[in-house]
């Protein structure tokens, strides 16, 4: 079992509807969750980060986690096709040097 | 948000012929680099760690002898791909954490390098 897991998709959806990515894990000791946007051939680009449990919201974006469940979210309102994208989430342990583990990143499509 | 970028953009090489790329903070010093591969597909694959002034920290499975990391200043960081090989073919981004941005652990990505070994 790996540590981070994310469907990969590609999930389509149309203009304006409310996108749900999701992320589970198995390492209890995660406590930084985050969300990477990564376009086609671009370096992923922080979205949203989130210490321990509960909400979090900027703008259309807001990210869940659950830490009971090993489980974290991310939601999108109003979708646009400029959020076609690759969404990566990542989380680490406290301590020692942070590095985050990654998931595989779960396509995205809004059509117009 | 800071800056990181990359050089090349893109690289096609011949088989066996080294390659470097070049990872710069634009806007902050960093700490530590980090690079990463990444196939299609998949997800970004830790290779090493680097400090400023230290040796890289090599991820189980990379050869240090293959991939050789210099981070010579708090705004550098190269990854030289040597002899390489058709199988080097990938995405290659590096990331940098910033000294003032410890408490958030931030990572800031650079935009990639699409290396293509014929």
């Known amino acids: 079992q790996k540590e981070v897991e994310q469907d990969p998709g590609p999930l389509s959806v149309p203009e304006g509807a409310i996108v749900s990515l999701n992320c589970t894990y198995s390492n209890s000791a995660f406590q930084y969750f985050m969300w990477y946007r990564q376009y086609s051939r671009k370096g992923p680009e922080l979205l949203m980060y989130t210490y321990s449990s509960g909400n979090k919201e900027d703008g259309r974006f807001t990210a869940q986690v659950d830490k009971s469940s090993k489980y974290i979210s991310l939601f999108i309102r109003d979708s646009q096709p400029s959020d076609s994208a690759t969404y990566l989430c990542?989380?680490?342990?406290?301590?020692?040097?942070?590095?985050?583990?990654f998931g595989r990143g779960t396509s995205l499509i809004v059509h117009p | 948000g800071a800056v990181v970028s990359q050089h090349p953009s893109r690289v096609i090489c011949k088989s066996g012929t080294s390659v470097k790329i070049e990872c710069r903070s634009l806007?902050?010093?960093?700490?530590?680099m980090f690079w990463y591969r990444q196939f299609p597909k998949q997800s970004l694959m830790l290779m090493a760690t680097s400090n400023e002034g230290s040796k890289a920290t090599y991820e189980q499975g990379v050869e240090k002898d293959k991939f050789l990391i210099n981070h010579a200043s708090l705004t550098l960081s190269t990854l030289t791909v040597t002899s390489a090989h058709p199988e080097d073919s990938s995405f290659y981004i590096c990331?940098?954490?910033?000294?003032?941005?410890?408490?958030?652990?931030?990572?800031?990505f650079g935009p990639g390098t699409r290396l293509t070994v014929l």
């Open positions: 990542a989380m680490s342990e406290p301590g020692g040097s942070y590095i985050p583990t």
């Open positions: 990331s940098a954490r910033a000294l003032e941005r410890l408490v958030n652990n931030e990572q800031f």
């Open positions: 806007d902050f010093q960093a700490t530590t």
